[in-house]
């Protein structure tokens, strides 16, 4: 069974910096790309990141370029996310996904569920 | 960036009716699309892929269509389990990948 388990989520001060992790079982992490997305009530659902399966090719949303990097430990099956410079708009719920294999098909198979973040003084 | 909006935002069913839910988006994305459902505390589940495929266990009554910019997700039958919020989701271009609001199910 396919298991993906976020970790790491707390309150943070503005500016404040925190590491998301995820980890995966169930499945040969090290052959997927990994992504991250995020919840807030009220908007859905939106995606912040996408790595490969080595973890040097990476995309990111606008919104978190700069601040935001994801990496990952394929020894370790586990994904990351580096949230430095944070927001009060980026408290939500922070879900890791798996992308469906074969290439070229951006939807994801499988995800967390989930780990808050809220950032506030 | 590609706007998906769905619509209704909340969609009032009995049991064994039949529930039908609207995703546009701003351009065309050809068949790029997938479905999840999504209930509280739980995983995320994908429904539906290339706008009409079912993802592996998904049960017959949830069917999707549709290309282009319109798209469509039936549930033929709601049953209990079925009551949640459901997303759509465009994978034809991007950064970034982009869902819609969402559309909740909920018990008329």
């Given at each position: 069974?396919?298991?993906?388990?976020?970790?790491?989520?707390?309150?943070?001060?503005?500016?404040?910096s925190?590491?998301?992790?995820?980890?995966?079982?169930?499945?040969?992490?090290?052959?997927?790309?990994?992504?991250?997305?995020r919840?807030?009530?009220?908007?859905?659902?939106?995606?912040?990141?996408?790595?490969?399966?080595?973890?040097?090719?990476?995309?990111?949303?606008?919104?978190?370029?700069?601040?935001?990097?994801?990496?990952?430990?394929?020894?370790?099956?586990?994904?990351?996310l580096?949230?430095?410079?944070?927001?009060?708009?980026?408290?939500?719920?922070?879900?890791?996904?798996r992308?469906?294999?074969?290439?070229?098909?951006?939807?994801?198979?499988?995800?967390?569920?989930?780990?808050?973040?809220?950032?506030?003084? | 960036e590609?706007?998906?909006?769905?619509?209704?935002?909340?969609?009032?069913?009995?049991?064994?009716?039949?529930?039908?839910?609207?995703?546009?988006?701003?351009?065309?994305?050809?068949?790029?699309l997938?479905?999840?459902?999504?209930?509280?505390?739980?995983?995320?589940?994908?429904?539906?892929?290339?706008?009409?495929?079912?993802?592996?266990?998904?049960?017959?009554?949830?069917?999707?269509?549709?290309?282009?910019?319109e798209?469509?997700?039936?549930?033929?039958?709601?049953?209990?389990?079925?009551?949640?919020?459901?997303?759509?989701?465009?994978?034809?271009?991007?950064?970034?990948?982009?869902?819609?609001?969402?559309?909740?199910?909920?018990?008329?």
């Amino acid at each position: 069974e396919v298991l993906l388990v976020e970790a790491g989520g707390d309150l943070v001060q503005p500016g404040g910096s925190l590491r998301l992790s995820c980890a995966a079982s169930g499945f040969t992490f090290g052959g997927y790309w990994m992504h991250w997305v995020r919840h807030v009530p009220g908007k859905g659902l939106v995606w912040i990141s996408r790595i490969n399966p080595t973890g040097r090719d990476t995309n990111y949303a606008d919104f978190v370029k700069g601040r935001f990097t994801s990496s990952r430990d394929n020894a370790k099956n586990t994904l990351y996310l580096h949230m430095n410079s944070v927001r009060p708009e980026d408290s939500a719920l922070y879900f890791c996904a798996r992308e469906a294999p074969n290439g070229g098909n951006y939807y994801f198979d499988s995800w967390g569920r989930g780990i808050p973040v809220t950032v506030s003084s | 960036e590609i706007v998906m909006t769905q619509s209704p935002a909340t969609l009032s069913v009995s049991p064994g009716e039949r529930a039908t839910l609207s995703c546009r988006a701003s351009q065309s994305i050809a068949g790029s699309l997938a479905w999840y459902q999504h209930k509280a505390g739980q995983t995320p589940k994908l429904l539906i892929y290339h706008a009409s495929t079912r993802a592996t266990g998904v049960p017959a009554r949830f069917s999707g269509s549709g290309s282009g910019t319109e798209f469509t997700l039936t549930i033929s039958s709601l049953q209990s389990e079925d009551f949640a919020v459901y997303y759509c989701q465009q994978y034809n271009k991007w950064p970034p990948l982009t869902f819609g609001g969402g559309t909740k199910v909920e018990i008329k």
